[in-house]
C-alpha cells in the first residue's frame, strides 16, 4: 500500500511569490493535514481537511490557504511568500474510523530567497 | 491547553544499551498520545500511541511506552539500543477540543555511539 506522497521535494521561491505544495493520502483516508516544521519552532498544525472542508486552522494568516478535492488530495497555497516561510511542510493523512492515528509524507522543503 | 514536553534536546546512549526519551503531557481529560521518529531529510513515521488500556504499549522497532498517569508521562523506552536508532523522536498529544489536531513536542535528538 503506498504512503502519503508529496510534491514537490524541494521549492525555491523569493519573496512575494506564491508556493504551490500538493499532497496525495493513503487510499481510503479522507482527512488532510498539513504541518510546517521551521527550524528552531517546531511541528505546529496549519491547517486540516476531511471531506473536502476546511475542519480547523492553526495560529497562521490567511495567505496560508488550501483545499481537498474529491478524491481527497490536498494544495496548500501561500502567497505573498517572506523569509519566514522557509520550512519543511508535512502533510498527514487519517481514516475517519478507529484511533485514527495520522501518517506522515516525506515533506516539501520551501526556500524563500 | 493541552501541550507535551520534551525536556531533553539530545540523549546520547551507547550501542547495545537501554535507552529513554523522556515526555510528559497536560491535558484535561483522558489523553490521546503518540511518538513519531523523523530520520534525516524524512517525514514524521509512526511508532505507537497510547488511546486506553494497557500502560506498556509496544510499537515498531522495538520501541515501546510507557503511561503513567500519576506522573503525567509517557516515555520512551527500548533494551537495546542500535545506531540506526540515532534520530529525532516527537511525542504528540492528540487535541481532544480540536479533535484530530496533533500537538507536538519540540523533539529529542537520539544519538546512539557504537
Known amino acids: 500500500e503506498a504512503g502519503v506522497t508529496q510534491s514537490p521535494t524541494h521549492l525555491i521561491k523569493t519573496r512575494g511569490q506564491q508556493a504551490t505544495l500538493r499532497c496525495s493520502p493513503i487510499?481510503?483516508?479522507?482527512?488532510v493535514y498539513w504541518y510546517q516544521q521551521a527550524l528552531g519552532l517546531g511541528l505546529q498544525f496549519l491547517l486540516w481537511?476531511?471531506?473536502?472542508?476546511?475542519?480547523n486552522r492553526g495560529n497562521f494568516p490567511p495567505r496560508f490557504s488550501g483545499r481537498q478535492f474529491p478524491n481527497y488530495s490536498s494544495e496548500l497555497n501561500v502567497n505573498a511568500l517572506e523569509l519566514e516561510d522557509s520550512a519543511l511542510y508535512l502533510c498527514?493523512?487519517?481514516?475517519?474510523?478507529?484511533?485514527?492515528?495520522?501518517?506522515f509524507g516525506p515533506g516539501t522543503r520551501l526556500t524563500v530567497l | 491547553a493541552q501541550s507535551v514536553a520534551q525536556p531533553e534536546d539530545q540523549v546520547n546512549v551507547a550501542e547495545g544499551n537501554p535507552l529513554t526519551v523522556k515526555c510528559t503531557y497536560s491535558?484535561?481529560?483522558?489523553?490521546?498520545l503518540f511518538w513519531y521518529v523523523q530520520y534525516p531529510n524524512r517525514g514524521l513515521q509512526f511508532l505507537l500511541k497510547?488511546?486506553?488500556?494497557?500502560?506498556l504499549v509496544k510499537g515498531s522497532y522495538g520501541f515501546e511506552a510507557e503511561f503513567n498517569k500519576s506522573q503525567t508521562s509517557f516515555h520512551l523506552k527500548k533494551p537495546s539500543a542500535l545506531v540506526s536508532d540515532s534520530a529525532l523522536y516527537f511525542c504528540?498529544?492528540?487535541?481532544?477540543?480540536?479533535?484530530?489536531?496533533?500537538?507536538f513536542g519540540t523533539g529529542t535528538r537520539l544519538q546512539v555511539f557504537p
Open positions: 491535558v484535561s481529560g483522558n489523553p490521546y
Open positions: 487510499s481510503g483516508h479522507t482527512s
Open positions: 504528540a498529544v492528540r487535541d481532544l477540543y480540536n479533535t484530530d489536531k496533533l500537538i
Open positions: 481537511y476531511d471531506e473536502g472542508e476546511e475542519r
Open positions: 497510547y488511546i486506553t488500556g494497557d500502560n
Open positions: 498527514a493523512s487519517s481514516s475517519t474510523s478507529g484511533d485514527n492515528e495520522q501518517f
